[in-house]
């Protein structure tokens, strides 16, 4: 074979595998844009073209995992983050995304593994972080939420919701001046939730701050909370005027 037989050839081949590219490019980029306007079903068709081109492109089985998910095809999606994970076992998204939909799907074991992987392949991933503390915290593991929290409060000073989950699970703990101080800079960084002022109130009265408890008690009855009237009753007597 001649050489510019072979040159030619070379170059064709190099086009070729330019085009491809460019068109899987082109195809992650209207799936991401379907996912973002909430068109799953195109999303899906532009995601699966993309494997169709390459059968090993992770994003492509990342993007269709992700859509089937919303289009509550769970099993699906858990067959495209495991192929992901076969695919590159370091992808923290995969793993990530696998064990919010375990959680969703009450495999509460599976679900802390995944979680647990995602942060030891991206440590400052901070969503994950707060998911893997969420998850420690619904089991009743207050002492490891309060370490994945902390880690989280390390990476973003301001975030609201790590001081309020651990300032609940310090309460929980019965440690309750860290519960005080944390549920104070969640709620003056903008948290409103009752769960918050029920706790902070709780451990007010450990603390025999009475006055501040009542008034805490108080507002979780406006936000709507079951139970607050029950502490009202119990702790302040004539705290329905404050």
């Known amino acids: 074979m001649s050489k510019s037989i072979v040159g030619i050839v070379a170059i064709s081949l190099f086009i070729s595998c330019s085009q491809s590219k460019q068109s899987i490019n082109d195809h992650i980029a209207k799936g991401n844009s379907y996912l973002l306007y909430c068109d799953f ?76 992987r995602t942060v030891e392949l991206k440590p400052g991933f901070l969503m994950a972080l707060f998911q893997k503390a969420l998850l420690e915290f619904n089991r009743g593991n207050d002492r490891e939420a309060i370490k994945d929290l902390t880690r989280t409060i390390e990476i973003k000073h301001d975030f609201a919701s790590g001081f309020q989950y651990r300032g609940i699970a310090y ?53 709507g909370d079951k139970n607050a009237q029950s502490y009202i009753d119990k702790y302040c007597l004539g705290a329905r005027e404050l």
């Open 41 to 116: 079903e195109n999303a899906k068709k532009e995601f699966e073209q993309i494997i169709k081109l390459d059968s090993k492109n992770e994003l492509g089985y990342l993007g269709l995992g992700q859509t089937c998910f919303l289009l509550n095809d769970f099993d699906s999606a858990m067959k495209c983050y495991d192929k992901v994970i076969e695919l590159n076992p370091k992808s923290a998204f995969a793993f990530y995304n696998k064990s919010s939909l375990e959680s969703l799907l009450g495999n509460n074991e599976e679900s802390i593994r995944d979680m647990t």
């Open 171 to 223: 309460s929980r703990m019965e440690k309750h001046q860290e519960a005080v101080e944390d549920l104070t800079r969640a709620i003056e960084l903008g948290i409103n939730k009752a769960n918050a002022y029920i706790f902070r109130g709780k451990s007010e009265i450990a603390l025999g701050q009475t006055e501040q408890a009542c008034k805490d008690f108080q507002n979780a009855n406006r936000l």
